[in-house]
């Protein structure tokens, strides 16, 4: 028996929504699951049910003074990526390969359109996981250094 997944029709849009009222309309404000709910024209039950299984992971929750379920506060850098909203790592580098043949079709000078054409086959040759650990490795450093 395999457990189906509950992340694109469920987990997903519950997490966006909460994104989206956090830094729209409540920003720095404590939410309820009604509200979520409401806002998505979904049950009470499948708001609280996603809010649970996004976990500490990409929200924090917390408890309402007068009782009731906790509503969520905050959102992680997790939740951010997880939404698109920041980019991943792996998303950088889709989006640089992706533009490297705009940039050559552009260039007019010939020597850069070498030089763009030999990085993108390089680039390509590289497997992506080694992509994204020159990126992760990159970015820590110059974020370590701030």
């Known amino acids: ?6 992340w694109f029709e469920r987990d997903l849009p519950v997490l966006e929504a909460i994104i989206e009222l ?18 998505l024209s979904r ?10 299984a996004l976990g500490e992971e990409y929200i924090t929750l917390r408890e309402f003074i007068n009782g009731g379920d906790p509503g969520p506060y905050l959102v992680t850098s997790a939740a951010r990526r997880a939404s698109g909203q920041w980019p991943s790592e792996e998303l950088v580098i889709e989006s640089l390969i992706r533009g490297v043949p705009i940039a050559i079709e552009s260039e007019t000078d010939p020597e850069k359109r070498s030089k763009l054409k030999q990085f993108l086959d390089s680039a390509v040759g590289v497997s992506r ?18």
């Open 1 to 6: 028996m395999s457990v189906p997944s509950t």
């Open 43 to 52: 049950s009470k039950e499948e708001v609280r049910a996603a809010t649970h």
């Open 129 to 146: 996981e080694v992509l994204v650990g020159i990126l992760t490795s990159t970015l820590t450093q110059k974020i370590g250094g701030i």
């Open 22 to 39: 956090l830094n729209e309309k409540r920003p720095h404000s404590l939410l309820s699951i009604n509200e979520v709910a409401e806002h």
